[in-house]
Structures are given as structure tokens and as C-alpha cells.
């Protein structure tokens, strides 16, 4: 019988998109269960869904503290000896037990949120990678050489027969059969958010070079305020575009990483990560694209816009360079430098509808251009 382990993680979506290959890696040696937020438990009941990982909690703030505590309870009555903490905060780490011959992974002092208090909680705790080493995700998959599992870039999120059933339906309902460039328009920060009258100017570029356009957006999103569908309802009346409205983000993920648009544009955000990073397989065919370290990739192909966070992190995960553009301000107003701060301090400042000067101030030809650029890849 395998060993149980316990992964607990919160944040945004975009965040669990990222420690989906320290997930895939620790199935193969654990009976995982997770402790989500909120916001990311729709992506981990796919996992479970799929039967990827046993039982999926989710943390809610209210009644937080006996809810992680009776969690911990039940982990250590189950006998769980490995407990990963992702974020390494507080409230994260209470749902750890203190047990003296468990293994305890939180992230590295440059990278946890609350380090101090994470290893007041865990004082024996390792710590993964620093993420100075290189994208987020290589210092997530750190954890899995501590119990010699491969490192494997495996993005699949938990697609059932039904939410396959449901994308192809979109697919075949909207003639994306044909050239189509996906544009997905919002991010759970509004200091991500490239400007709405952008993306449609856009739009009408590609629409002139003769390619559909489809807009993807969440049907229900309440964390940044249902910014998508109050889009659709304002700015996106107009037939000659598709907007793709699903209140199921398995749905909209399974579309985005299914290859069925040529290229995919979008923020730093859950859709963008979905869409453009790039698997690890292990033989060569049309499409393939090897890394400077040996290892072979496969991917859609996407842009992704950039301003107030270091696309070095946290762009789609690409170690080949070819599959995933990013196009960033080409300067900062605010003084913003992402080569010596991962995130700008303006991040979080915006209110609902607030504009980040610097994702202003990319222009719509540098994304024309930048499409432009991967459709060539593809001979378009």
C-alpha cells in the first residue's frame, strides 16, 4: 500500500496551474490528498474526478483554524507522513500535525510568504528550490527529488469524458474548426488586465487579416467581479466575434489546451498559463521543440502580456523559447524594474476597474506583430 501525503496550496487559479506537475509527479509515489482555495477547488475536482487524487478539501476563511485542525487530526490518524505547504504562510501551515517522523516541504526563505512563522510552526521543515533559480514551476518540482521522482513538465489538468464532451460541443456550436485566434481578456488582478478597448482594436486586426477571433472569457468569476461577462455584456455585441462564455473552467481550460486555436493571447493570468505551457514528452514529432538541457517539449503556441509581474517566473512554462512570446511595456512609468522585484507594488492597489499604467502602455502593434510572429511558426 503507497504512503499518503498531504499538499496544501491556496492562492489563484494561475497559482495551482503551476504545481500541476509537482502533483502528476507526487501520484506516482503517494495517495495525494490537497487542501485548495476557494477559488482554485473547481481545477482540483478535476483531479479527483479523473480518481488523480484522493480527497480534496477546500479551505474557507470562515472557520478556517478548526477546520485545517480537524484536517490535520484526520491526516494524522490516516497515518500521512508527507506534508508539502506551497505557500508557507500561517494559515497554510496549521494543517500540518506536529509529528516527529514526518517529512515537511515549504517554499524557500526568499520565496515563502510568511517564512518566520512557517518554521516556528515546522522548525525541521526542508525547503524547495528558490525560484532565483529559474521559473516557478522547476522550484516547485524541486520536492519531487526528495523522494527520487522524475521531473516531468506535465500540465494536463483532470479532463472527464463529459467536460471533453462539452469542449467539443463549443468547438463544433462555434466553427472553430477554421483558423481562430483566442483572446483571453481578464486575470484575477485588474493590474494584469491589458485594457478591453485594446483587445478589441486587436480583434479587428486579426478579423482584417481573415482570422476568426474568439474571445474566452469566465461565466462566473465573483473574485474580480465578474470583469468577463460584464465585458460580454458591454463592449462584445457584435457577431463578428465568438465570445466563449462557460461557467465551467474545466470547459474553458480543455478548449484552451486543446490546440484548437492557432495562437492564444492573454494576460498573466489561469487562461494564459492553460494555454501556452509546454508539456514534456519523450518522442519526437511534428511540432517538437527541444530545450538547451536535452528535454523535449510540445505546445501551443501564445502570446502573453506582461507588466506588473516577472514573466522569467511566472510567463507559460516554455524552456525551449519557441512556443510562448511575452510582450512587456517598453518602459515602466512607476519605476517597476521585474529583473530585481518579482512583483510590482502597485499589484494589488487596483480597485475593480482600476487600469495598470504600465499593461496601458502596451501597444496594439507590438501584439499584432507578436501574433504575427507564432502564426508564421505554424506556416499561417
Keep these: 500500500m503507497r504512503d499518503k501525503a498531504l499538499f496544501i496550496t491556496s492562492g489563484w487559479l494561475g497559482d495551482f496551474v503551476w504545481h500541476v506537475p509537482l502533483i502528476r509527479g507526487l501520484t506516482k509515489k503517494f495517495n495525494l490528498d490537497l487542501v485548495v482555495s476557494e477559488q482554485q477547488e473547481g481545477l482540483a475536482r478535476g483531479f479527483e474526478d479523473v480518481g488523480l487524487v484522493g480527497k480534496v478539501y477546500v479551505a474557507k476563511k470562515k472557520g478556517r483554524l478548526k477546520n485545517a485542525l480537524e484536517i490535520a487530526d484526520l491526516a494524522r490518524k490516516q497515518g500521512t507522513k508527507i506534508y508539502i505547504d506551497m ?11 506536529h509529528m516527529s517522523d514526518s517529512d515537511v516541504f515549504i517554499p524557500s526563505r526568499e520565496d515563502a510568504k510568511e517564512y518566520p512563522l512557517a518554521k516556528m510552526l515546522h522548525p525541521f521543515a526542508k525547503t ?37 464532451q462539452e469542449a467539443e460541443g463549443v468547438i463544433r456550436k462555434n466553427g472553430l474548426d477554421r483558423n481562430f485566434v483566442a483572446l483571453n481578456i481578464g486575470s484575477a488582478q ?11 482594436e486587436l480583434g479587428k486586426r486579426l478579423r482584417d487579416q481573415g482570422l476568426g477571433v474568439a474571445f474566452i472569457g469566465a461565466g462566473n468569476f465573483r473574485w ?40 492564444s493571447v492573454g494576460n498573466d493570468s489561469f487562461a494564459g498559463h492553460v494555454a501556452g505551457s509546454a508539456n514534456q514528452v519523450f518522442e519526437e514529432f511534428v511540432g517538437t521543440r527541444r530545450a538547451s538541457d536535452g528535454r523535449l517539449f510540445f505546445a501551443n503556441y501564445s502570446v502573453s502580456l506582461f507588466g506588473p509581474t516577472n514573466s ?61 510572429i507564432q502564426l508564421a511558426k505554424r506556416g499561417l
Design 128 to 164: 524547495m528550490d528558490s525560484r532565483e533559480k529559474g521559473h516557478a514551476v522547476d522550484s516547485y518540482m524541486s520536492v519531487l527529488d526528495f523522494f527520487g521522482i522524475p521531473r516531468v513538465a506535465d500540465f494536463k489538468l483532470g479532463y472527464s469524458a463529459a467536460v471533453r
Design 190 to 200: 485588474f493590474s494584469k488586465i491589458w485594457p478591453v478597448e485594446n483587445f478589441l
Design 224 to 263: 474580480n467581479g465578474d470583469y468577463d461577462r460584464k465585458i460580454e455584456k458591454t463592449c462584445l455585441k457584435n457577431d463578428k466575434y465568438v465570445f466563449i462564455e462557460s461557467n465551467s473552467l474545466m470547459v474553458n481550460s480543455c478548449l484552451l489546451s486543446s490546440g484548437v486555436f492557432d495562437v
Design 87 to 97: 505557500v508557507g504562510k500561517f494559515k497554510t501551515g496549521i494543517y500540518i500535525p
Design 312 to 372: 522569467s517566473l511566472y510567463a507559460p512554462y516554455d524552456p525551449t523559447g519557441w512556443f510562448n512570446l511575452v510582450v512587456k511595456p517598453g518602459e515602466y512609468a512607476c519605476g517597476y524594474d521585474p529583473g530585481k522585484k518579482n512583483i510590482c507594488s502597485m499589484y494589488d492597489k487596483y480597485p475593480r476597474g482600476g487600469r495598470s499604467a504600465c499593461m496601458s502602455s502596451i501597444s496594439v502593434d507590438s501584439v499584432v506583430d507578436a501574433v504575427n
